[in-house]
Every structure is written in structure tokens, then in C-alpha cells.
């Protein structure tokens, strides 16, 4: 069970180059999230998807574009990369419960990403 | 404006020695805290949800508790394999409504327990 598996681990861009992250989840979770940690900051919430087809902003969503075509899957597509984009990058994923919140439960292990 | 903050930044613990880490917010309408422990390298694994004052959660040598204005992870004869940073988590009743992952996180605290 691989559980939250994200793509690549690292990578280095030059200011405006463009890539995209992969997220791949294993276990049929609803929910899907990309946060970004940056050192002397907590965790913040870039795009999250509620469901196959749908996507919605975060609380830094600017810079950054996701697609949720299949459900197992979540992309955050960078456009034109900036040095303020240098982060480290974390997929999430959350089962559905009626009646409840649920959380983000499980994470990635992270993407590493320079701007240079 | 709703906010987590931490203390202390840093604990550092010999082993078997108890104590507790703290979480004190600020927020519109408490709508769950969360405790997740994240190992240098890795994502945040999650640890515990509190939903309301007086709630407690055991997990073997952590126990969470909330109060109506901050939580402790308190750490019971902690062993080396504790060492990770413990964040905390809480959502607020101003974005309750929207994502639910949109969680307000503190900065951490990175606990280390020697041998």
C-alpha cells in the first residue's frame, strides 16, 4: 500500500520555466490537497479538490494551476516559475465521512523545488 | 485574524523524560485541532483531532488535551524514535465552510530525545 506518492522528489527550474507536480493516491480518497512549507512558516494550503473533476483556491493559490482528471490524481502546474515558488511541495488526501471534517490524513513525502 | 502558535520551538529530552509541548490559538469558532508528527524528509503523518474543551486523545506515549485556548501534546517517557517535529493544526468556523482542508498550521515544535 504506497499509500501518497509524489513525483518527482526534487527538481530544479530557471525563473520562468514551467513543470508540474504529480500526486497519486491508492487509497480511493475523496479529498486532495497541495500545501507548500517553507522554513519559519506553517503549512499553507495552495488548491484542494473535494472530488474527480473539481478543484477550488487555497489560501496561495496565485502562480499555481491543479487538475483532478482522475481521481487517483491531483497535478499543480507551475506556469512561469519565480524564486518565491522555492518551497517544498506536499500532496494530501482525505477519505469522505458524512457528518465530519475529516482532516487531511495522508501526506506525500514532499517535492523539493529551486527557482533559480 | 486567526492563529496557532507553538512553544517552545525546540525541546530537547533525555530519554524517559516526560513532558509537554504546547499549541495556543486564536481563532473565530474552534472547529477541530490537530496534532501531526512530520520526520525530517517526510510528510506529516497524522497524530490526533480535538474538537472540543475537556477532549483527550492516547496514542502509546502522546496524549493530546484542549482547552478553550490552546492544547498540549503531552509526552510520557519518551523514547529516541520520538524525535520528529509535532505540528499543530486548528480549523476555524470562518473556513468551516470551505475547504476542509484549509487548516490553519502552526510553525512546530522539533523535539529531540536523546538515549
Known amino acids: 500500500n504506497a499509500g501518497v506518492t509524489q513525483t518527482p522528489k526534487f527538481r530544479v527550474l530557471k525563473t520562468g520555466q514551467s513543470m508540474t507536480l504529480l500526486c497519486a493516491q491508492d487509497m480511493n480518497h475523496e479529498y486532495m490537497y497541495w500545501y507548500r512549507q517553507d522554513p519559519g512558516m506553517g503549512l499553507r494550503l495552495i488548491h484542494y479538490?473535494?472530488?474527480?473533476?473539481?478543484?477550488a483556491k487555497g489560501e496561495v493559490p496565485d502562480g499555481y494551476n491543479v487538475s483532478r482528471l482522475k481521481k487517483q490524481n491531483f497535478l499543480l502546474g507551475l506556469e512561469s516559475a519565480a524564486p518565491s515558488q522555492t518551497s517544498v511541495y506536499f500532496c494530501?488526501?482525505?477519505?469522505?465521512?458524512?457528518?465530519?471534517?475529516?482532516?487531511?490524513?495522508?501526506f506525500g513525502d514532499g517535492t523539493r523545488l529551486s527557482i533559480l | 485574524e486567526d492563529q496557532v502558535t507553538q512553544s517552545p520551538e525546540a525541546l530537547r529530552l533525555q530519554e524517559g523524560e516526560s513532558s509537554s509541548l504546547n499549541c495556543s490559538y486564536t481563532v473565530s469558532g474552534l472547529r477541530g485541532l490537530f496534532w501531526y508528527r512530520q520526520d525530517p524528509g517526510k510528510g506529516p503523518e497524522f497524530l490526533f483531532t480535538l474538537y472540543s474543551a475537556g477532549e483527550e486523545k492516547e496514542k502509546e506515549r502522546l496524549k493530546a488535551t484542549l482547552t478553550k485556548k490552546e492544547s498540549f501534546l503531552h509526552i510520557t517517557a519518551p523514547k529516541p524514535e520520538d524525535s520528529a517535529t509535532y505540528l499543530c493544526a486548528v480549523r476555524s468556523a470562518m473556513n468551516y465552510g470551505g475547504s476542509q482542508g484549509n487548516l490553519i498550521f502552526g510553525k512546530g515544535t522539533k523535539l529531540s530525545v536523546k538515549p
Open positions: 494530501a488526501s482525505s477519505r469522505f465521512e458524512s457528518g465530519t471534517l475529516v482532516p487531511p490524513q495522508h
Open positions: 479538490s473535494v472530488g474527480e473533476g473539481t478543484t
